[in-house]
Nanobody, 120 residues
Framework: QVQLVESGGGLVQPGGSLRLSCAAS????????MGWYRQAPGKERELVAT???????NYANAVVGRFTISRDNAKNTVYLQMNSLKPEDTAVYYC??????????????WGQGTQVTVSS
């Protein structure tokens, strides 16, 4: 019943910006941590940034100072503002949320992934 829907990916030139959004829908009792992960071909999925229900954030070293994660609890939405993009940021970006739904248990839900390509 719970699903995460991402938007905002695309093609951008080096130095450009993109803003990703991920909205959770369904029967939701609570949302705890939310985050963004990315996976490039041939590489494992890696953490990009996380944000707690209280607003505490954590970033991968590779994106510190360039990416900003935020959330709107009223909209059950998490965002990733990506500035000063580099070719090495190219990957499929996945939204993750720790959610208590109809099962009354806490589990991770994942979005479908959105492609971000940084190229000139």
């Amino acid at each position: 019943q719970v699903q995460l829907v991402e938007s905002g990916g695309g093609l951008v030139q080096p130095g450009g910006s993109l803003r990703l959004s991920c909205a959770a829908s369904g029967t939701i009792f609570s949302i705890n941590d939310m985050g963004w992960y990315r996976q490039a071909p041939g590489k494992e999925r890696e953490l990009v940034a996380t944000i707690s229900s209280g607003g505490g954030t954590n970033y991968a070293n590779a994106v510190v100072g360039r990416f900003t994660i935020s959330r709107d609890n009223a909209k059950n939405t998490v965002y990733l503002q990506m500035n000063s993009l580099k070719p090495e940021d190219t990957a499929v970006y996945y939204c993750k949320a720790m959610i208590v739904g109809l099962t009354r248990t806490r589990r991770d839900y994942w979005g479908q992934g959105t492609q971000v390509t940084v190229s000139s």
